[in-house]
Nanobody, 115 residues
Framework: QVQLVESGGGLVQPGESLRLSCAAS????????MGWYRQAPGKQRELVAT???????NYGDSVKGRFTISRDIAKNTVYLQMNSLKPEDTAVYSC?????????WGQGTQVTVFS
């Protein structure tokens, strides 16, 4: 079974940057959207960013102007460049691949921003 594997999370200070990656362990066909979601303790999961068709991006209001989503479809990989990180960005970040047959989720990677 194909899995999504995230990497790049960690512990950083406010203002620093991180780059998350999410790669599929095998081939996935008909991907039309890739994305990132996050969930902080005690809070609901929220949209971080999606990229549809390779060019149409959408961002959550709290990350606009700071985060950038991109993808390498040949590698079945999606990236999230996170700049100017804030303590409120602390969460588990999970990637998604949406296909016409269903959705794949990664297990998540922890991002912690502390002073």
């Amino acid at each position: 079974q194909v899995q999504l594997v995230e990497s790049g999370g960690g512990l950083v200070q406010p203002g620093e940057s991180l780059r998350l990656s999410c790669a599929a362990s095998g081939s996935i066909s008909n991907i039309y959207q890739m994305g990132w979601y996050r969930q902080a303790p005690g809070k609901q999961r929220e949209l971080v960013a999606t990229i549809t068709g390779g060019t149409i991006t959408n961002y959550g209001d709290s990350v606009k102007g700071r985060f950038t989503i991109s993808r390498d479809i040949a590698k079945n990989t999606v990236y999230l460049q996170m700049n100017s990180l804030k303590p409120e960005d602390t969460a588990v970040y999970s990637c998604t691949f949406r296909t016409y047959g269903g959705i794949y989720w990664g297990q998540g990677t922890q991002v912690t921003v502390f002073s």
